[in-house]
């Protein structure tokens, strides 16, 4: 299983950046898929979830940020939009078949400078 996240850089305050997750060695389909941050010298947070029937929700971003999935394409998006320093953080993607069956991208960086 490979969750392979992109799509991270250097931005400026106000900027907008669309992360990507490409799923591949998993029925993606049945998948519920999260996205994930880390900041440095924090813990790992969720930052917005998708199930496998496609509803969302939203546990940072001040609705800011917009989960969606391409179930043909076998991934996972985070559109992130009018990003701040705090938001400055490892994303990872993270899919879940089951509690038994859980995994993780290796994540992409993003920051915000000021």
């Known amino acids: 299983v490979q969750l392979q996240a992109s799509g991270g850089g250097l931005v400026q305050t106000g900027d907008s950046l669309r992360l990507s997750c490409a799923a591949s060695g998993i029925i993606f389909s049945i998948a519920d898929m999260g996205w994930y941050r880390q900041a440095p010298g924090k813990q790992r947070e969720l930052v917005a979830s998708?199930?496998?029937?496609?509803?969302t929700n939203y546990y940072a971003g001040e609705g800011r940020f917009t989960i969606s999935r391409d179930n043909d394409k076998m991934s996972v998006y985070l559109q992130m939009e009018s990003l701040a320093p705090e938001d400055t953080a490892v994303y990872y993607c993270?899919?879940?078949?089951?509690?038994?069956?859980?995994?993780w991208g290796q994540g992409t960086l993003v920051t915000v400078s000021s």
């Open positions: 998708i199930t496998r029937l496609g509803n």
């Open positions: 993270n899919a879940v078949i089951d509690p038994r069956n859980r995994y």
